[in-house]
């Protein structure tokens, strides 16, 4: 009774796009991957559940990667092709 007007906050910040939550809808920053609970202190005797699923990034994160370094490959032939063709040439 006596900690019946206080809370616990609990604010988890996710590496990835949040899918869904039992924390109230008010709760979740979807922009900045974060989930807020507030429980009241006197209900933490109890066990007391918080779920979240997210979705990882780093799959696009290595897509970007894997493409970035076969376009700088592929520009490092295309200038050396290129420059064997001028010494050639002259």
Do not use: C, R
């Not at 796009?17 to 109890?46: F, G, M, R």
């Not at 490959?73 to 002259?90: C, D, P």
Request: no cysteine.
């Amino acid at each position: 009774m006596m900690f019946g007007k206080y809370q616990w906050h609990y604010e988890l910040t996710l590496p990835g796009k949040i899918v869904s939550t039992n924390a109230n809808s008010a709760d979740v920053d979807y922009s900045s991957n974060t989930v807020k609970w507030n429980i009241p202190i006197a209900s933490l005797a109890k066990t007391q559940i918080m779920t979240v699923t997210f979705e990882k990034s780093t799959a696009t994160n290595l897509t970007i990667i894997i493409l970035g370094v076969i376009i700088v490959i592929v520009l490092a032939i295309v200038f050396f092709i290129s420059i064997s063709k001028k010494k050639k040439s002259e």
